[in-house]
């Protein structure tokens, strides 16, 4: 009669076994339903994580220290597709958390793994390159102030991404080579350089080169700078609007920016708008503008222009001069010559 009781509970507990197995692989976080010696299974505990890194708050003490265990659920957290964005790494045993080893190992796992290491280990110039090397610079925000200030960790981090600028230190943001290497990688990051910085040329025009939005950061002296408003409106035309208003009733730059984006014409001075000379420029160089002009009767000049061309009213973008004679330019409407920027009806947004 003991036997076949053994024998019983035996197969209960197998059959109690497989049953946990199944449904923690569809929902990790069933986990916290099992009993503490399922909690304790390694075999579940596993299943359970590798499908929700997060269901590792419902291990066993024993299961979050387990080093295979952590490391399925930080590397489940990366290839989440909802991206859960606290980290599993925080329900990790303490000593995990401060074992430097495992720290830089998890770091190349999953963006979160610096915020819950160890204070220490958040101050470890080592864990924190690496950190930052394999995140994308984002782990920057976590490591301590006193790397934050080290230049080698900050460019290290705004090389991978140039948003990092905004977690390195006031003085690095005010350092010439950390704040170009940040916008060299995106653009944007010249927001969250120094006063003093949005005000050098060099440094804006490294960031307009890349994105000519970055131009609404800088000071007003550089908007007023010829060379960095010509480098931002060779990006893209839409950056005249950005420029200082001074710059727009300059022939040349309205025109570099009218090479790629009809549109800018809207952002000329409207002394350049009506003057005659000018005109017959633009239209040479973007047929497209014939959109804009409102006059009808100078419309209809210009488009001869374009017609009688020894080209046959092919100067500018290919095709324009069939859009000239299709009736571009008979009062606003979208651009048929659609080069970089000039798809949306409006003003570039960001």
């Known amino acids: 009669v003991l036997e076949e009781v053994g024998t019983f509970k035996f197969l209960a507990c197998m059959a109690d076994f497989k049953g946990s197995l199944d449904v923690v692989r569809i929902n990790g976080r069933s986990l916290s339903t099992l009993s503490d010696e399922l909690r304790s299974n390694e075999e579940i505990v596993l299943a359970a994580v590798e499908q929700c890194g997060p269901a590792l708050e419902f291990a066993s003490e024993a299961m979050r220290g387990n080093k295979s265990v952590v490391r399925a659920a930080v590397t489940q957290d990366e290839a989440s597709i909802s991206k859960n964005t606290t980290g599993s790494f925080r329900f990790a045993s303490d000593a995990l958390?401060?074992?430097k080893a495992f720290v830089i190992e998890a770091a190349r796992l999953s963006s979160h793994v610096l915020k819950y290491a160890s204070p220490a280990l958040q101050d470890d110039q080592d864990a924190v390159e690496v950190a930052v090397s394999f995140n994308k610079g984002f782990a920057?925000?976590?490591?301590?102030e006193r790397l934050q200030a080290v230049k080698a960790v900050v460019c290290a981090a705004v090389g991978c991404s140039g948003y990092a600028l905004k977690h390195a230190s006031a003085e690095l943001r005010d350092d010439p080579q950390v704040v170009r290497a940040a916008v060299r990688n995106n653009a944007m990051a010249l927001q969250f350089a120094s006063e003093r910085l949005k005000s050098d040329p060099e440094t804006v025009l490294a960031a307009v080169t890349q994105g000519?939005?970055?131009?609404?950061?800088?000071?007003?002296?550089?908007?007023?700078?010829?060379?960095?408003?010509?480098?931002?409106?060779?990006?893209?035309?839409?950056?005249?609007?950005?420029?200082a208003q001074e710059l727009g009733g300059d022939p040349e730059i309205a025109l570099a920016a009218l090479e790629g984006c009809a549109f800018a014409f809207k952002f000329a001075a409207p002394a350049l708008q009506g003057n005659p000379d000018f005109l017959r420029k633009a239209v040479r160089v973007q047929p497209g503008v014939l959109n804009y002009v409102r006059d009808q009767k100078v419309v209809s000049q210009l488009r001869k222009q374009v017609e009688s061309s020894p080209s046959g009213g092919q100067q500018g973008p290919p095709g324009a001069g069939?859009?000239?004679?299709?009736?571009?330019?008979?009062?606003?409407?979208?651009?048929?010559?659609?080069t970089r920027g000039n798809h949306r009806p409006e003003p570039y947004r960001w």
Do not use: I, M
């Open 97 to 99: 958390r401060g074992d």
């Open 140 to 144: 920057l925000q976590f490591a301590s």
């Open 212 to 243: 000519f939005q970055a131009l609404s950061y800088a000071s007003a002296a550089v908007k007023a700078n010829r060379e960095v408003a010509l480098a931002a409106v060779k990006q893209n035309g839409r950056a005249l609007q950005l420029c």
């Open 322 to 338: 069939a859009a000239a004679r299709n009736g571009v330019g008979s009062g606003g409407g979208a651009e048929r010559n659609n």
